[in-house]
């Protein structure tokens, strides 16, 4: 058990040890995660929504919508395709829109009471081109650029009873997410290396089709000629699981 704790203490922490460079911002995220089996079937139904606000919480900068059809490979391994609207607000002024299809497997596994799920995701990214026009003096929408990423997170439930079979009350949230760019990176910051996001909460499970949990999330990001950026974030999430 000091081995998991240790491991998931380095994990989680492995973003915040890198060298800062830049002001560091500070923004709150709301998620709500929703899975819907289909009764009888090995198919169901994800959705998750976000809104995030800007640098200190000045204005909403960011909201996500992401459906997607979950096929149920066995009782724990999930297979998803789907879709996602993902609105950023440019320059204080206007929202440009960044589409994405995506894919992912899920799997889910005990290591002694505590279960830990495994995604592996990849997504094809449209993102939204904004150029700047002299004579209108104004930024404007012009097309889209491509750009891929992989994605692998790895999440760990902590119940505060020590029940291995976990239904309701108190637990300890540890999640890591690290996202890499391949093929062509032009789009993006030109590095393989995206940005990572490692997250700890505390939360309450009311049953077991239900959680609420609130945390702390590093964000760390990468930019082009070395910058990177590290937003510290609250973050309030809400689980539903029918």
Same mark, same amino acid.
């Given at each position: 058990?000091?081995?998991?704790? =240790? !491991? @998931?203490?380095? &994990? =989680?922490?492995?973003? $915040?040890? =890198?060298?800062?460079?830049? #002001?560091?911002? +500070?923004?709150?995220?709301?998620?709500?995660?929703?899975?819907?089996?289909?009764?009888?079937?090995?198919?169901? *139904?994800?959705?998750?929504?976000?809104? #995030?606000?800007?640098?200190?919480?000045?204005?909403?900068? $960011?909201?996500? *919508?992401?459906?997607?059809?979950?096929?149920?490979?066995?009782?724990?391994?999930?297979? !998803?395709?789907?879709? /996602?609207?993902?609105?950023? #607000? +440019?320059?204080? !002024?206007?929202?440009?829109?960044?589409?994405?299809?995506?894919?992912?497997?899920?799997?889910?596994?005990?290591?002694? &009471? *505590?279960?830990?799920?495994?995604? +592996?995701?990849?997504?094809?990214?449209?993102?939204?081109?904004?150029?700047?026009?002299?004579?209108?003096?104004?930024?404007?929408?012009?097309?889209?650029?491509? %750009?891929?990423?992989?994605?692998?997170?790895?999440?760990?439930?902590?119940?505060?009873? @020590?029940?291995?079979?976990?239904?309701?009350?108190?637990?300890?949230?540890?999640?890591?997410?690290?996202?890499?760019? &391949? @093929?062509?990176?032009? %789009?993006?910051?030109?590095? $393989?290396?995206?940005?990572? #996001?490692?997250? *700890? /909460?505390?939360?309450?499970?009311?049953?077991?089709?239900?959680?609420?949990?609130?945390?702390?999330?590093?964000?760390?990001? !990468?930019?082009?000629?070395?910058? +990177? $950026?590290?937003?510290?974030? %609250?973050?309030?999430?809400?689980? =539903?699981?029918?």
């Amino acid at each position: 058990m000091r081995q998991i704790i =240790l !491991t @998931g203490i380095l &994990f =989680l922490f492995t973003a $915040t040890m =890198l060298k800062a460079q830049q #002001r560091p911002q +500070f923004a709150g995220w709301l998620a709500s995660f929703n899975s819907f089996r289909i009764t009888g079937s090995k198919f169901g *139904v994800h959705l998750d929504a976000q809104a #995030r606000s800007s640098d200190k919480w000045e204005s909403l900068q $960011t909201y996500i *919508v992401r459906p997607g059809l979950n096929y149920h490979v066995r009782k724990n391994m999930i297979i !998803t395709a789907g879709y /996602a609207l993902v609105s950023n #607000r +440019f320059m204080q !002024t206007d929202h440009f829109a960044e589409h994405r299809i995506w894919e992912q497997f899920i799997i889910n596994h005990p290591v002694g &009471f *505590v279960p830990l799920q495994h995604r +592996f995701r990849v997504e094809q990214r449209f993102i939204g081109n904004m150029v700047y026009d002299p004579s209108d003096v104004k930024w404007k929408k012009d097309g889209h650029n491509t %750009a891929h990423r992989f994605r692998y997170f790895l999440r760990g439930i902590i119940p505060f009873s @020590g029940e291995r079979s976990f239904s309701k009350g108190m637990f300890g949230a540890l999640q890591n997410e690290l996202f890499l760019n &391949f @093929g062509d990176k032009s %789009a993006v910051n030109g590095k $393989t290396f995206d940005q990572n #996001r490692a997250y *700890v /909460a505390v939360g309450y499970r009311f049953s077991a089709k239900f959680d609420l949990e609130a945390g702390y999330l590093n964000q760390y990001i !990468t930019q082009r000629n070395d910058n +990177f $950026t590290n937003v510290h974030v %609250a973050q309030l999430a809400g689980y =539903l699981r029918l």
